[in-house]
């Protein structure tokens, strides 16, 4: 049975970090690519960020780069979204998912970690 299981999600002040974790099981995690997507209250579902198998490419979208970092580890199946200098609008529920890098029909989702950036 396919788990991703989200965690360390929770408040933090702006300006602090979160170190989030997705752990995979139930499938070939090093055949995946992984991305961190984040759903704020009101808003559509957006890329955060993204990691190939290997964890030599990744990607950010603009409104994270030089804050946030994705990374991998194959031996642990587990991606992690390192998030420094939180900001008010990085408040939602993180999702991460994870699709097969050669059959992309495969698509697994996690349930999601929230993380509220308050003062």
């Known amino acids: 049975q396919v788990h991703l299981v989200e965690s360390g999600g929770g408040l933090v002040q702006p300006g602090g970090s979160l170190r989030l974790s997705c752990a995979a099981s139930?499938?070939?995690?090093?055949?995946?690519?992984m991305e961190w997507y984040r759903q704020a209250p009101g808003k559509e579902r957006e890329l955060v960020a993204g990691?190939?198998?290997?964890?030599?490419?990744?990607n950010y979208a603009d409104s994270v780069k030089g804050r946030f970092t994705i990374s991998r580890d194959n031996v642990k199946n587990t991606v992690y979204l390192q998030m420094n200098r939180l900001e008010f609008e990085d408040t939602a529920v993180y999702y991460c998912?994870?699709?097969?890098?050669?059959?992309?029909?495969?698509?697994?989702w996690g349930q999601g970690t929230p993380v509220t950036v308050s003062s």
């Open positions: 990691i190939n198998r290997s964890g030599g490419s990744v």
């Open positions: 998912r994870g699709q097969d890098s050669w059959d992309p029909r495969f698509v697994y």
């Open positions: 139930g499938f070939t995690f090093i055949n995946y690519a």
